[in-house]
């Protein structure tokens, strides 16, 4: 991804056959990195040394290769995803993002889809891309059945990934320049302190599944509250990702008139609280504050909007790839961290909740 390229001679100029990445970096007075950015149409770049790099790229008449990327690389043919899903929007985007730096780069993307967490299935799909010669493997570690994969591929597979925070900090020191992740924990910790300072004494947790036992977004919560010396309730453990688990689970969490803060382990469960607290007569942020997790497009447009964490999923998926294809060393552009997007669904705790507990249904 990060190589040179030639192009005819402008003008006859014969030195232009010749012209290097690292001539470009030169004339435009940027790093070479840089340059790699900008043809690979990182956004990372500043408008101004992406101008500079263009005037430099014309004036030397460089056109890097895509051919030439690849197979510097090593990878000339495809890349492989490995996923256990490809809708949930943080799979999705991340999809979306390599699917955007393959194709800049000239390179095909295939998806081979994790049927589940199963020895079998796992040892299935790994078998499945595990021949060196037919490309490379980018593995989507967010959950049980990535992380068995990304630990199963042999050793001469080129691959990377894009893992859970807890996996990847775990990496061995061998894998650690070639996996990609976001600090969760941080992130959840940023979103349990901004309940805490609005009053609410604790924070419950509606958890997404994880690699482990304990994910990163319920330790960052958890260390949120006991640096508060604040009660840690026990954690809930919906089944699945998805709205309709949490909404059950919400629906028996907001009975209690003790729960006036919740985090979801994303904007799904979110959902699913927000009409659990309707479907209970509760009112938002009123008697409960709730906070998710990615900033999905419709985040915004939620009654009332949500509070949520933003993460650069598609970003993570640009990152994965140049770590797979980053062969000349060059630093991939920095990953945007995650931020707390403070919307309608958060405020004050209640002095006391005002709305009933109970729905119309079991009223009768």
Known sequence: MFVTGHNGPPDGDPAAATASIRDVAS?????????????????????KARQ?????IALLGYRPSRAARALASGVDRAVTVLTSNNS?????????GIEEAARAAGIQVAIRVLESDRADDVAAAVEGVS??????????????????????????????AAAESYLGRRAPAADRDRWAWFDDTIAAEQATVHLLELGHKTVHHIAIPSTTNVGDRQR???????????????????????????HQEALRLLRDPAVTAVLCGNDDQALGVIRAAHDLGLRIPA???????????????????????????????????????NSQAPEPAPLEKPALVVRESTGPAPLRRTGKTTSDKDDR
């Open 27 to 47: 004339a435009a007075g940027v790093s070479y990195q840089t340059v790699s950015r900008v043809i690979n149409n990182h956004p990372n770049v500043s408008e």
């Open 52 to 56: 500079k790099v263009n005037d430099a």
């Open 88 to 96: 949930l929007f943080g799979y999705a985007e991340t999809l979306g």
């Open 131 to 160: 021949d060196p010669r037919s490309g490379a493997v980018i593995v989507l570690a967010f959950d049980r059945a990535g992380a068995r994969a990304l630990r199963a591929l042999p050793a001469n597979v080129r691959s990377s």
């Open 220 to 246: 960052g919560w958890k260390r949120a509250l006991v640096s508060a010396g604040a009660p840690v309730p026990e954690v809930i453990h919906p089944h699945g990702w998805g709205t309709a688990g949490a």
């Open 287 to 325: 008697d409960v504050s709730v906070v998710g997790f990615d900033d999905v497009p419709a985040a915004g447009f939620y009654t009332p909007a949500l509070t949520t964490v933003r993460f650069d999923f598609a970003g993570l998926g640009r990152r994965a790839f140049d770590l797979l294809m």
